[in-house]
């Protein structure tokens, strides 16, 4: 075996070196098992080698190890090398775990803010649309809108107890633009109920308060494009793409114009 070790000990340290660089650097999951062996190194190793290992060298060169001794360091190295092989493989699953259900809640949040936008945009028409209703509005004092209840916000709620599994790039426009969703549908609720349609209410007031909830509907049709944008870059290209989007649409209302483009 020495002599083997000897002859051949340049291919065995070129060997090493490429399952390091596999494990740590080009496998699929090589950043969760580059953090769990840092904090390994940093959190046990290393406390370890400063509490027990500066007394061990004291006694190793006073004194001559037993044999059992070193039984004993190889056992607990085999032990730390068990404990470190459960603990990558334990991150490994809860890593795979979350990119998938983080994937399926996009895909689904993807799909009802898409719809949502539709109904949000009508194609098109939803400018056109509130200001005739406005138009007939102040022509006919008596006459009062019926606004349709809405709810598009069934998978958001349904999620959102886990909602921390969305990286911080999309989960702020995610949040934010429900949030929008969320007042449109108060808003509706305000003007349906008696007060709204009582007579005792000026059409003017009746007016800006339209004005407004037409004005919500627009500022959630360009937030929830901005969060499609960035779910959409963040499935294509990973987050820090994402990052980068979202940078440059730090306004998502100065974009508006060129998103509702893309709708049509």
Known sequence: MTEF?????????VGACAVLVIAFWLSEDAHVARRVFVQFILNIA????????????IMAVRTDFDERIWAAIIAGFVITTGWLTT???????????????LRDYHKALYAEIGNTLQVLWDRGKAEDEAEA?????????????????EHHDFVYDSLVDE?????????????????????ISAQAEDMRGDVFRSSDMAQERRILMYRDYFETRKSAFAMGQFALRLIKEYADKGQPAA????????????VQSDLSQGSE
């Open 163 to 183: 909602i921390e599994v969305l990286p911080r790039i999309t989960i702020d426009a995610v949040v934010a633009y429900y949030s929008l969703i969320k007042s």
């Open 46 to 57: 290393l406390p370890l080698l400063v509490i027990f290992g500066s007394g061990l060298a």
């Open 5 to 13: 070790l000897t002859n051949n000990w340049l291919l065995l340290a």
């Open 243 to 254: 990052e980068r989007l979202a940078k440059k649409l730090s306004n998502p209302a100065a």
């Open 133 to 149: 209703m406005v138009e007939r509005m102040t022509a006919d004092p008596d006459f009062i809108p019926l606004i349709p209840r």
């Open 87 to 101: 603990a990558i493989f334990g991150e490994l699953g809860k890593s795979r775990d979350k990119a998938e259900k």
